[in-house]
């Protein structure tokens, strides 16, 4: 089984909606058997709480129900999870001071047909309509990390 972590800041906003949508595409590819995510934040701000009301109802908008907490990347995510995939330059140097020994850290855009390398903007000060453009840069970017993925471990 491939574990995949994705991390953000306060793994309210970006992070449980990749997670969400890699989920929903997984199960769409019949690809559970496979693979497996989580996600988490670098910061303690929200440990516990569930999703930005605007990211639920942006999944939901989408046809995606999604419950989770929020979690705090630690050291023994950095051991179980095979890929760590920030969604910013600062949450990739976080994760990279962790020593992430045996894993791969990859940021979320480096996937994008779009955009490689850039960042997906944090929506969480912004209006509903941030969350709707941080969906569609999280959905064509793990359509391409899962045909990565499939390729590197399904071949």
Same mark, same amino acid.
């Given at each position: 089984?491939?574990?995949?972590?994705?991390?953000?800041?306060?793994?309210?906003?970006? !992070?449980?909606?990749?997670?969400?949508?890699?989920?929903? =595409?997984?199960?769409?590819?019949?690809?559970?058997?496979?693979?497996?995510?989580? !996600?988490?934040?670098?910061?303690?701000?929200?440990?516990?709480?569930?999703?930005?009301?605007?990211?639920?109802?942006?999944?939901?908008?989408?046809?995606?129900?999604?419950?989770?907490?929020?979690?705090?990347?630690?050291?023994?995510?950095?051991?179980?999870?095979?890929?760590?995939?920030?969604?910013?330059? =600062?949450?990739?140097?976080?994760?990279?001071?962790?020593?992430?020994?045996?894993?791969?850290?990859?940021?979320?855009?480096?996937?994008?047909?779009?955009?490689?390398?850039?960042?997906?903007?944090?929506?969480?000060?912004? =209006?509903?309509?941030?969350?709707?453009?941080?969906?569609?840069?999280?959905?064509? !970017?793990?359509?391409?990390?899962?045909?990565?993925?499939?390729?590197?471990?399904?071949?």
């Amino acid at each position: 089984m491939v574990k995949v972590l994705f991390v953000c800041l306060g793994n309210i906003c970006r !992070s449980p909606m990749a997670q969400a949508i890699f989920e929903h =595409q997984i199960k769409e590819a019949q690809l559970e058997d496979h693979f497996k995510a989580q !996600s988490a934040g670098t910061a303690s701000y929200h440990i516990g709480a569930p999703p930005d009301s605007r990211t639920l109802s942006t999944l939901k908008g989408h046809g995606i129900l999604f419950e989770n907490q929020a979690h705090q990347v630690n050291a023994t995510d950095i051991d179980r999870y095979d890929y760590l995939i920030a969604m910013d330059h =600062q949450n990739f140097l976080h994760l990279q001071n962790m020593s992430p020994v045996g894993s791969v850290l990859i940021k979320m855009r480096d996937f994008d047909p779009l955009e490689k390398n850039g960042d997906v903007p944090d929506p969480y000060y912004g =209006q509903h309509d941030g969350f709707e453009g941080v969906f569609e840069i999280l959905n064509r !970017s793990i359509k391409v990390l899962i045909l990565t993925l499939k390729e590197k471990h399904l071949s």
